[in-house]
């Protein structure tokens, strides 16, 4: 493994940016969307004439972030509209036809949902509703029959960036709006939330949606927006980065969707001061103990069934659908290959989520079986799926044939190790390297570094249950504290290979450099 240097790193990092870094100012026009400017042209049209418009969100922070992008320009503008986010256990997945029935609209329009909704685009047709569809999800082969569809995936889009969530594309409508309307609308002040949507969905942290991630974390820092404040106090942090959105924020606003109902988490980001942000948040806190509770068991159990398998198949009876999704990510993550984990649904059939690690495409897996499937849809890292339970074992074949073909076997040594990185060469210079290239994530993933022979000077259990490690580290003289979440070590042997990344540390009022690992070898 190559021994690195500062200057090493640095362009080393720079290469990964052969583009260079995109400016706010050098976004994409909003009309290089393929149907965008139809789409507006008639929401603007039903706005002037009074018709009653109804948005359709999904239960995710993308959805649900899209959803308040929505309710803040409609309020802007003055025209009441009707948000309806689907109930993961009630509703499923996105529109359908009962939701479709039970909305009075002239207009639907879906925000992060809606590329695979056919038999609702039919319902709309039959009650003489328009649907205007804007997602991010790979579209199937043939369309709903919609007013206008606008996903920068399907064909025809000449919109330069085909990864971006569906918060964005809700975000640029908006902006294709304002100029429809020729209203005094600010729109950065939305990306604090884009910027969260942009994170929490795992989108490359590349082209515009680095640029954009870079602003929001600039705009949370000092948005008065009452659930921003409220969160940007609970984090007490002077400096927020997109780990803080990734894990500090993201799981908190997802545990309503998972746990009981995403509206909670829609109400608390249009919370209109802190006191209701705060009767909100308290809520949010309870959901998430509960999902960090379920997803601890369900993770234990869907461990017992993983063999020697490419594609991990994990199948439970009772299992909350508001968690397979973490579950499989944390599969992928522990074993390097996809991973997907089903439950029974109240109808009977297998419904679960699928998260894969990088280099394999799950959707085009999930593609690939999809006459045994009841329904799919994702992307090349995130899917849901559903399933006759006695097409199981037909299912958990075929998709072993494909990973066989398509990608030959997962796993191996983590490729986001850049190299050995000895305690000498990290210091406040190698801290401003990295961080002249964050935000670090999908796309631009967080460098980590070998270091060998390194003494153990403290091992010390920490958490509620003794789950991760504190550790004092030495080597060749240099020391620093170390950090290592979610550990499955109990022994102190006294030196270790270890896999870090350091960073900046601010506890207390005092700042350092902390290493984060997340191996030891």
């Known amino acids: 493994m190559v021994r690195l240097t500062k200057e090493s790193l640095y362009e080393l990092l720079k290469s990964r940016f052969p583009e260079g870094f995109l400016k706010l100012r050098e976004l994409p026009d909003p009309k290089e969307f393929k149907d965008l400017q139809k789409a507006a042209r008639r929401i603007a049209d039903a706005i002037r004439r009074g018709e009653k418009i109804a948005i359709i969100g999904d239960y995710d922070v993308d959805g649900v972030v899209s959803s308040v992008l929505m309710q803040e320009f409609f ?16 509703d499923g997945y996105g529109i359908n036809s009962k939701i479709v029935d039970r909305i009075e609209a002239d207009l639907i329009i879906t925000v992060d949902n809606g590329i695979g909704a056919h038999d609702a685009a039919q319902r709309c047709r039959e009650r ?65 939330l884009v910027a969260l949507a942009i994170v929490a969905d795992v989108m490359p942290l590349r ?21 921003i404040r409220f969160l940007r106090d609970s984090l007490k942090k002077n400096r927020i980065g997109s780990d ?13 969707g998972r746990m009981e109902d995403a509206r909670i988490a829609f109400d608390f980001l249009l919370s209109k001061d802190l006191f209701e942000a705060s009767i909100y948040y308290s809520r949010l ?19 017992r069934s993983v063999g020697e398998e490419r594609v991990i198949v994990a199948v439970g009876d009772d299992w909350n659908e508001g968690v397979v999704g ?7 993550e522990e074993y390097g290959r996809p991973a997907i984990v089903l439950t029974k649904s109240r109808e009977g059939y297998l419904k679960g989520s699928g998260r894969s690690p990088d280099g394999v495409d799950l959707y085009a897996l999930l593609h690939g079986t999809k006459d045994l499937l009841i329904g799919f849809g994702g992307h090349k890292k995130a899917a849901g799926v559903s399933l006759d339970p006695l097409h199981l074992e037909t299912f958990r074949k075929e998709l072993e044939g494909l990973a066989a073909n398509l990608h030959g076997e997962c796993g191996g040594e983590d490729p986001h190790i850049l190299g050995e990185l000895p305690f000498q060469e990290v210091d406040w210079e190698l801290i401003d390297i990295l961080q002249q290239f964050a935000p670090y994530g999908e796309g631009n993933p967080l460098p980590k570094f070998l270091a060998r022979e390194v003494e153990v000077l403290e091992w010390r259990e920490v958490g509620e249950k003794g789950e991760h490690l504190l550790l004092t580290l030495r080597q060749n003289g240099v020391v620093f504290k170390g950090i290592f979440f979610r550990s499955t070590y109990h022994q102190r042997p006294p030196k270790v290979d270890i896999v870090y990344h350091p960073a900046r540390n601010e506890f207390n009022n005092s700042v350092n450099i902390q290493l984060f690992i997340s191996e030891i070898r």
């Open 326 to 332: 973490i579950v499989a990510a944390r599969l992928a």
């Open 128 to 192: 003489g509703i328009d649907l205007i569809i804007t997602d991010h999800h790979t579209p199937p082969e043939i369309l709903p029959e919609a007013y206008a569809i606008v996903n920068p995936k399907q064909q025809g889009c000449s919109f330069p960036y085909s990864e971006i969530c569906g918060a964005q594309v809700a975000w640029f409508l908006t902006a294709q709006l304002k100029r429809e309307l020729s209203l005094n609308f600010d729109l950065k002040r939305s990306l604090d």
């Open 244 to 256: 803080d959105l990734a894990f500090g924020i993201a799981p908190i606003i997802n545990s309503a």
């Open 75 to 90: 309020d802007a503008v003055g025209h009441r509209v009707t948000i309806e986010i689907p109930n993961r256990f009630r």
């Open 207 to 227: 082209h515009i949606n680095r640029s954009l991630v870079q602003a929001g974390l600039q705009m949370v820092e000092r948005s008065h927006r009452p659930a």
């Open 285 to 303: 806190l309870a959901l998430n103990a509960e999902r960090r509770a379920e997803e601890r068991r369900v993770l234990e159990e869907a461990r």
